[in-house]
């Protein structure tokens, strides 16, 4: 694995890249030039200059300033919602899938039902009815992830828990809740991973498409969506804010999908061998 990673320059840029995006986020106060807040009569719509490197907005508000803030926005949420997702995913999957019987149906009955819904109409429809802000955006996102990650975890749980070292278990009459924290999760263990990497990417596009909708992050908080949303009416005055949001989205999302393909190589077995 640790050759897979490192041998790859691709992997290696993808890496490089969500560690820069994660410091900027982390060291937004101290890295960014201006408030991201403050607006100017004197200075909307400016072109590139020493002053605004990525020119101001039609309110005059320097637009690096809000790149730099609005990433914490949009990569927490992407961060910390696939995490709650796959908690909570998993625990029902692998409840349903060692369980069986009518709890499995049931819990499978109702992951169908939403995973019946693409996972951005799903969003839309829950956030409609809580309403912009950034924890509904986390709640929203969360729940749409979790039929994905309950249906990986139920499936990886049904082989598990055929294998001889858990029918042993059972046969030496250790407790179910052990058995699961002993033997299923840390077997189940990297499929969950390789699809949390790979829906981090889609939570930061989910992330952007409710707040360039209105229904995310709102303002005056700056995330890369609602920063596109604001300069679309502006966009011959100044295209330097959807230009730098989107190239900012478009190489995030990128870098994590290749960090997501990586890590299901190395820990896929045919791969290795």
Sequence with gaps: MQTLFTGNLAVTAAGVVIMIMVLVAIFAPFLAPMDPLTQSVFKINQYPSMEHWLGTDQFGRDVLSRLIFGS?????????????????????????GYYGGIVDRLLTRLNDAMLSFPELLLAIMIA???????????GVIAVA???????VARASTLSVVQEPYVEAAVAVGLSS?????RHVLPNIAAPIMVLLTLWVASAIRLEAS?????????PPAASWGNIIRDALSNIFGSPWPIIGAGLLITVVVLSFNVMGD????????????
């Design 72 to 96: 914490r926005n949009s990569l927490i949420v992407g961060l910390v919602s696939p995490v709650i997702a796959a908690v909570i995913g998993t625990i029902l999957g692998v409840v349903a």
């Design 128 to 138: 409609s009815v809580l309403g912009g802000g950034f924890w509904n955006v986390v």
């Design 145 to 151: 992830f979790i039929p994905g990650f309950a249906r």
């Design 177 to 181: 809740p052990r058995i699961i924290i």
């Design 210 to 218: 409710l707040s360039f909708l209105g229904l995310g992050t709102q």
């Design 262 to 273: 990586a890590l299901r190589d190395a820990l896929d077995p045919e791969t290795q061998s």
